[in-house]
Nanobody, 121 residues
Framework: QVQLVESGGGLVQAGGSLRLSCAAS????????LGWYRQAPGKQREWVAV???????NYADSVKGRFTISRDNAKNTAYLQLNSLKPEDIAVYYCNLKTYNSGGVRLLEVWGQGTLVTVSS
């Protein structure tokens, strides 16, 4: 059973930075893709960034150049560095883990409980 626990959210001024962490339990972390999503008040959850088991990254256009996703397989932890934060980045940020077999079939998907990021203007 894999569980994800996010931390690092908080209140920051516009232009500031935060680093979110996603700690995973279980043995599937290093072979899984890790993603970050966010849900702003009154809006649907949206994808923010992903890092594959091989370390490839991709970002939503809205955060490209400001956010950086990374992972430390030795610590079973993924990170999302948030820089140049804007009021429109206010949301609950969720960590997501997906594991696939060699044929590309998803075997497992796990969500964390979320961590709130608030940006004051």
């Amino acid at each position: 059973q894999v569980q994800l626990v996010e931390s690092g959210g908080g209140l920051v001024q516009a232009g500031g930075s935060l680093r979110l962490s996603c700690a995973a339990s279980g043995s599937r972390f290093s072979t899984s893709a890790l993603g970050w999503y966010r849900q702003a008040p009154g809006k649907q959850r949206e994808w923010v960034a992903v890092i594959t088991s091989g370390g490839r990254t991709n970002y939503a256009d809205s955060v490209k150049g400001r956010f950086t996703i990374s992972r430390d397989n030795a610590k079973n932890t993924a990170y999302l560095q948030l820089n140049s934060l804007k009021p429109e980045d206010i949301a609950v940020y969720y960590c997501n883990l997906k594991t696939y077999n060699s044929g590309g079939v998803r075997l497992l998907e796990v969500w964390g409980q979320g961590t709130l990021v608030t940006v004051s203007s």
